[in-house]
C-alpha cells in the first residue's frame, strides 16, 4: 500500500510559479515510478509529467514542457512538481499518482494504482 499525500496548490497570476509536492508513504519509495496529473472542470483528467524510479527519466505533456519540472527525492520520499510561467489553462486540480508496478513511468493514468486526494490550482489572467 501507497499513501500520497499532496501539498502547494493555490492561487496564482499568469505568469507566476508555484511548486507541489507530493510526500509518500508505505512501500519503498525508490523502487517506483511517480506521476502528476491534473483535471480541469468539464474535461478528463489527463497527464502532466512523470518521473522514473531514479530520477532521470522525466516524460512531459507537450503543454507544459519547458514550463514544468518533476523532480523526486527518495531519502525524503517527495515528488515535486515546479511549475512556471503558469498560464490560465492550467487552472486544474492536480493529482500525485504512483505506479508500484514499474520503475520507468507510462503516461496511462490507469497504470497508477495509488492517488492522493488532489491540489487545487488556480491561474487568474
Known amino acids: 500500500q501507497v499513501q500520497l499525500v499532496e501539498s502547494g496548490g493555490g492561487l496564482v497570476q499568469a505568469g507566476g510559479s508555484l511548486r507541489l509536492s507530493c510526500a509518500a508513504s508505505?512501500?519503498?519509495?525508490?523502487?517506483?515510478?511517480m506521476g502528476w496529473f491534473r483535471q480541469a472542470p468539464g474535461k478528463e483528467r489527463e497527464f502532466v509529467a512523470a518521473?522514473?524510479?531514479?530520477?532521470?527519466?522525466?516524460p512531459y505533456a507537450d503543454s507544459v514542457k519547458g514550463r514544468f519540472t518533476i523532480s523526486r527525492d527518495n531519502a525524503k520520499k517527495t515528488v515535486d512538481l515546479q511549475m512556471n510561467n503558469l498560464k490560465p489553462e492550467d487552472t486544474a486540480v492536480y493529482y500525485c499518482a504512483a505506479d508500484t508496478d514499474r520503475r520507468l513511468p507510462l503516461k496511462t493514468e490507469r497504470e497508477y494504482a495509488y492517488w492522493g486526494q488532489g491540489t487545487q490550482v488556480t491561474v487568474s489572467s
Open positions: 518521473v522514473g524510479w531514479s530520477g532521470f527519466y522525466t
Open positions: 508505505g512501500r519503498t519509495f525508490s523502487s517506483y515510478a
